[in-house]
């Protein structure tokens, strides 16, 4: 199989407020499209996370403090759907994977949460990824907000090229960490954001990982809520970039911020057929 779809519709019903409208939406969009064929591309329905992968993860405290929250139960579900993506990734089931989520997880340290975040989902996975014998990953960031979770996961972890772009205005490299923060400022358009997408994908190409994965935020839209003044028509040529930088080398989306229902009607089923390998942009 070319792609795996993991979704959930509890996702749309439970997600987080801002976050979850998009979801069902956006779902119905890439099934009218035509792209899940049940053979190249097919869905599959997400397990919450196992908790003591998520303990593991999280500290103690953490996890305390999370038992009362309302999103505990579909922050699990969205770590379980990007735990299961990457399974079917890791094992060679799939080529690639998009893995539907309700709340995000890049703003989700090992001891507090913020912005629609309560359990790293990426982090968790590689928890996971690691136990089945894979060591390296490559993550690209391309939601506007700073992954500052995921690295505090990953930002001494020599084994993970962190990738993180963000609306700040300075591009920092950090290589002995594999740490590259990529400020192209609040206004960055399709045109400047794909050049410095460009740039570091050819850096990363150095770097020995098993599996990549894309926290892909479309709030970095124009008419959605964060920064970055992209349009839709960036996601599916961002895509064919990072498919041709990373080679035959497993890819896993992991849906992170974006409220608005008609970027993400377009924007989803955009990155899907990418992958499929269906659509030239
Ligand atoms: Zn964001």
Redesign the pocket.
């Known amino acids: 199989m070319k792609v795996a779809v993991v979704y959930h519709g509890d996702f749309g019903r439970d997600g987080f407020s801002v976050l979850k409208d998009r979801i069902r939406p956006s779902y119905e969009s890439l099934i009218e499209s035509g792209i899940v064929d049940g053979v190249d591309v097919q869905v599959f329905g997400p397990k919450p996370a196992p908790l003591e992968l998520v303990e593991r993860a999280h500290t103690p405290q953490h996890m305390d403090n999370m038992l009362q929250d309302p999103y505990r139960e579909v922050a699990i579900l969205s770590a379980g759907s990007v735990l299961l993506a990457a399974e079917l990734v890791a094992t060679g089931a799939a080529e690639s994977a998009f893995a539907y989520t309700g709340t995000?997880g890049h703003h989700a340290s090992r001891g507090s949460c913020w912005?629609f975040c309560y359990f790293n989902d990426v982090a968790i996975t590689i928890l996971r990824l690691r136990e089945m014998g894979l060591s390296r990953f490559l993550i690209i960031d391309v939601?506007?907000?700073f992954g500052d979770g995921t690295r505090d996961f990953f930002g001494r972890d020599p084994d993970v090229f962190h990738i993180n772009f963000h609306t700040g205005s300075e591009i920092k490299h950090d290589p002995l960490m594999n740490n590259y923060d990529m400020g192209i400022g609040f206004d960055a358009d399709d045109q400047k954001f794909l050049k410095e997408l460009a740039s570091i994908l050819e850096l990363a190409k150095d770097f020995d990982f098993q599996l990549c994965f894309v926290i892909f935020?479309h709030?970095s839209h124009r008419d959605d809520y964060?920064g970055f003044n992209l349009t839709e028509k960036v996601y599916p040529k961002m895509t064919r970039m990072i498919l041709e930088a990373i080679q035959d080398k497993g890819l896993v989306f992991v849906l992170?911020?974006?409220s608005n229902v008609q970027v993400a009607k377009e924007a989803i089923p955009g990155v899907i057929s990418m992958l499929a390998g269906r659509r030239s942009p």
């Open positions: 995000a912005g939601d506007p907000h935020g709030d964060g992170s911020g974006g």
